[in-house]
């Protein structure tokens, strides 16, 4: 009967503790981005002013939309080193096919096709011959930047067509473009992952990969497509980034991979796979937006930024081990 007692006793704070854990689940990186608001409101000089706003949503704009691809890759338990560097290939791509005359909208196109081309590489690799996402992206993280220094030469090509700049730099109603790219990819992602057969086999395949083959889901097939979704949206990245800095650099997209996962596991998607939402990746990406933002506001120099940078991605891991631990 003691026993029983004790058992009893226990079921609420048990049950407590599961509520508060899926109030941190929910809304815990919210609070801390509105909290990182609310101290650099009063740190940081004009941070709240609408154009400072608009501008933090055009700087992450870019990640953000390699973050929507990381995420999914990373829902499967996969890893894309590669999306920095196809940033800098389609970038260059997109923007010598204009200068060549090829009309803005197929040049454009052609640096995006060049995103979907490594993540179809990408994708088949790891899909196919079994071998670690990490070791194949890796591997396309120094061929793609390498490509992207041998056609450009090494030099910035720069971009002379009004249309093509309009895509990264352009503004619609006083709103940067690049932010109407972003909100675009993001409704479609929150689509295909909620509504879609193929959204519920990424969190399948992430969840366990064997046991999602034994219920006839096509692992091969929706790895492939994952990845090559992935490069798609690097290459669209490179298309807008080119767009920004009126030009092709071989150089463009270093380091943009590590800020892409870190947003998405800030975000609350989980390094093994099968946990996580679209919706929290974008609250990762603006809270690595405003530290970066505020960093700069107060002036703070830009090695100590790194440094900061470099924290929040350990922190970032950290994170998601502690709710793996919270959840087991």
């Known amino acids: 009967m003691r026993g029983n007692t004790q058992t009893i006793s226990q079921k609420p704070g048990f049950h407590i503790g599961n509520a508060l854990n899926g109030l941190w689940n929910r809304l815990g990186m919210i609070m801390i981005l509105i909290l990182l608001c609310v101290v650099l409101s009063f740190t940081a000089p004009n941070f709240l002013d609408t154009a400072n706003m608009l501008n933090v949503l055009k ?9 929507a691809g990381m995420t999914i890759v990373i829902l499967t338990g996969g890893i894309d080193l590669s999306v920095g560097s196809t940033v800098a290939l389609s970038g260059v791509i997109s923007v010598m096919a204009s200068s060549a005359g090829v009309n803005p909208f197929v040049a ?28 194949v992206t890796l591997g396309s993280f120094t061929y793609v930047r390498g490509l992207a220094y041998v056609i450009s030469g090494g030099y910035p090509i720069v971009l002379q067509n009004e249309t ?12 940067p473009t690049p932010i109407y790219i972003m909100l675009f990819v993001y409704v479609v992602m929150f689509f ?12 399948a395949i992430g969840g366990n990969e064997e046991a999602a083959r034994l219920t006839g889901i096509k692992v091969e097939r929706s790895l492939i497509n994952v990845y090559s979704i992935s490069g798609l ?9 080119a767009g920004r800095l009126y030009s092709g650099q071989p150089t463009a997209g270093q380091m943009y991979e590590l800020d892409a996962i870190a947003a998405v596991i800030l975000g609350g998607t989980s390094l093994t796979g099968g946990k996580g939402k679209i919706q929290g990746t974008i609250i990762g990406v603006l809270i690595m937006g405003v530290i970066g933002n505020g960093l700069t506001l107060m002036d703070v120099n830009f090695y100590w930024q790194l440094v900061v940078k470099g924290a929040v991605i350990v922190a970032a891991v950290l994170l998601d081990r502690l709710r793996g631990n919270s959840a087991a």
């Open 59 to 67: 700087q992450v704009s870019i990640i953000a939309v390699l973050a």
């Open 164 to 175: 093509f700049k309009f895509v990264g730099g352009g503004a619609i109603f006083g709103i």
């Open 192 to 203: 295909i992952l909620k509504y879609t057969m193929f959204g519920r086999h990424i969190y």
């Open 233 to 241: 949206l690097a290459g669209l990245g490179g298309v807008v980034l």
């Open 108 to 135: 454009m196109l052609s640096g995006v096709a060049v995103g979907y081309a490594v993540g179809l590489i990408n994708g088949f690799f790891t899909a196919k011959t079994k071998l670690p996402a990490f070791i």
